[in-house]
T-cell receptor
Framework: DAGVIQSPRHEVTEMGQEVTLRCKPISGHDYLFWYRQTMMRGLELLIYFNNNVPIDDSGMPEDRFSAKMPNASFSTLKIQPSEPRDSAVYFC?????????????FGPGTRLTVL | KQEVTQIPAALSVPEGENLVLNCSFT??????LQWFRQDPGKGLTSLLLIQSSQREQTSGRLNASLDKSSGRSTLYIAASQPGDSATYLCAVTGTASKLTFGTGTRLQVTL
């Protein structure tokens, strides 16, 4: 298996622009997680899905952030409009099962820079 | 709210030494604990997963222990190598299947 795939790997955009990050989880995994990593706050969970349904979005910082999972093999994280403080590395992870069973596997991340 | 702390924040050791990284968490109601490795500019690589009912897990030169009642885990690395240089993160899965990450230990193994 190719592992969790994320695109783009790097994104540079200007403040106010819309940004869309993409993720393909490991085939067969039923949980998908979006994380953000910054120097100041470390790794934070933004939202996670189970069987394509959002379960907990309490980590989404603002209404400017939205996430979708239209099918089992694809998810997007959208920021509209983007701001400089959104600059971070965004990771997608997937797992088979959760809680007790759920070893999470991470993608390579998308490094977002908002100018 | 679960809080995960890792000590030390940074560590430098000469090649060949055995070393221990520490992780502590405030809420013992966890499902499992996972140790990750992160190389600069890269994603996270899962190293070991310990279920809450287990005491330890081993993979090659790595051994992770878990004492859930005291809220502690250790990652033991035997015979360290320069290739082990990376940041090591521990994370616990609590209720609602959420992973809470520690602050990480940056390890440098020198020749």
């Amino acid at each position: 298996d190719a592992g969790v795939i994320q695109s783009p790997r790097h994104e540079v955009t200007e403040m106010g622009q819309e940004v869309t990050l993409r993720c393909k989880p490991i085939s067969g995994h039923d949980y998908l997680f979006w994380y953000r990593q910054t120097m100041m706050r470390g790794l934070e969970l933004l939202i996670y899905f189970n069987n394509n349904v959002p379960i907990d979005d309490s980590g989404m910082p603002e209404d400017r952030f939205s996430a979708k999972m239209p099918n089992a093999s694809f998810s997007t994280l959208k920021i509209q409009p983007s701001e400089p403080r959104d600059s971070a590395v965004y990771f997608c992870a997937s797992s088979l099962g959760a809680g007790r069973a759920g070893e999470q596997f991470f993608g390579p991340g998308t490094r977002l820079t908002v100018l | 709210k679960q809080e995960v702390t890792q000590i030390p924040a940074a560590l430098s050791v000469p090649e060949g030494e055995n070393l221990v990284l520490n992780c502590s968490f405030t809420d013992s109601a966890i499902y499992n604990l996972q140790w990750f490795r992160q190389d600069p500019g890269k994603g996270l690589t899962s190293l070991l997963l310990i279920q809450s009912s287990q005491r330890e897990q081993t993979s090659g030169r790595l051994n992770a222990s878990l004492d859930k009642s005291s809220g502690r885990s250790t990652l033991y690395i035997a015979a360290s190598q320069p290739g082990d240089s990376a940041t090591y993160l521990c994370a616990v899965t609590g209720t609602a299947s959420k992973l809470t990450f520690g602050t990480g230990t940056r390890l440098q193994v020198t020749l």
